[in-house]
T-cell receptor
Framework: AQKVTQAQTEISVVEKEDVTLDCVYE???????LFWYKQPPSGELVFLIRRNSFDEQNEISGRYSWNFQKSTSSFNFTITASQVVDSAVYFCALSEDHDKIIFGKGTRLHILP | DADVTQTPRNRITKTGKRIMLECSQT?????MYWYRQDPGLGLQLIYYSFDVKDINKGEISDGYSVSRQAQAKFSLSLESAIPNQTALYFC?????????????FGPGTRLTVL
């Protein structure tokens, strides 16, 4: 069965610090996709990244970077030089070649000015 | 204009009332989904639809029903609302035929059942 664990329920860092959000997943499939979504205080869910199981290259997009390691079943998300606008709940999600996406319970990130 | 819209955005209702939440999309996607979000529980799938003629139950479909009136419209109904259905409800769409495609979410409907 597929499962996504975001062990960090809540994190607070001071602005400009780097922060890493952990995501550990479980799956028996060799083909799967991993996602990160952001939910700012306004409530909407914003897609950040989708990564397939055959692509272990790290991804960087501006201040955001993702580290995918199949050996540890992890797909961690790092924000460099955090800003107050990064304050949000972040969800990691997993989809096998079935009909649905499984979401983790989310990590609430507070960036303190 | 937003690609995925939900109406209403906020709703307060009483126990036992019937309520419908509506979702419309202009993305031209075949797949549509309804989720509920409870604090600390992430998102749970209620129902999903591959196309107008294909409706499937998700993890927590009890107490809910859906209608896919057209490719662009997917409605969620609570036939007799109860307080533990108080939650934030999201509609989502995805293109393609695989659940591994990216899902795009509406702005959410905050429902309170008194």
């Amino acid at each position: 069965a597929q499962k996504v664990t975001q062990a960090q329920t809540e994190i607070s860092v001071v602005e400009k610090e780097d922060v890493t959000l952990d995501c550990v997943y479980e799956t028996r499939d060799t083909t799967y996709y991993l996602f990160w979504y952001k939910q700012p205080p306004s409530g909407e869910l914003v897609f950040l990244i989708r990564r397939n199981s055959f692509d272990e290259q790290n991804e960087i997009s501006g201040r955001y970077s993702w580290n995918f390691q199949k050996s540890t079943s992890s797909f961690n998300f790092t924000i460099t030089a955090s800003q107050v606008v990064d304050s949000a709940v972040y969800f990691c999600a997993l989809s096998e070649d079935h009909d649905k996406i499984i979401f983790g319970k989310g990590t609430r990130l507070h960036i303190l000015p | 204009d937003a690609d995925v819209t939900q109406t209403p955005r906020n709703r307060i209702t009483k126990t036992g009332k019937r309520i419908m939440l509506e979702c419309s999309q202009t993305k031209g996607h075949d797949r549509m989904y309804w989720y509920r979000q409870d604090p600390g529980l992430g998102l749970q799938l209620i129902y999903y639809s591959f196309d107008v003629k294909d409706i499937n139950k998700g993890e927590i479909s009890d107490g809910y029903s859906v209608s896919r009136q057209a490719q662009a419209k997917f409605s969620l109904s609570l036939e007799s609302a109860i307080p533990n259905q108080t939650a934030l409800y999201f509609c989502a769409t995805s293109e393609g035929q695989a659940s591994t495609d990216t899902q795009y979410f509406g702005p959410g409907t905050r429902l309170t059942v008194l």
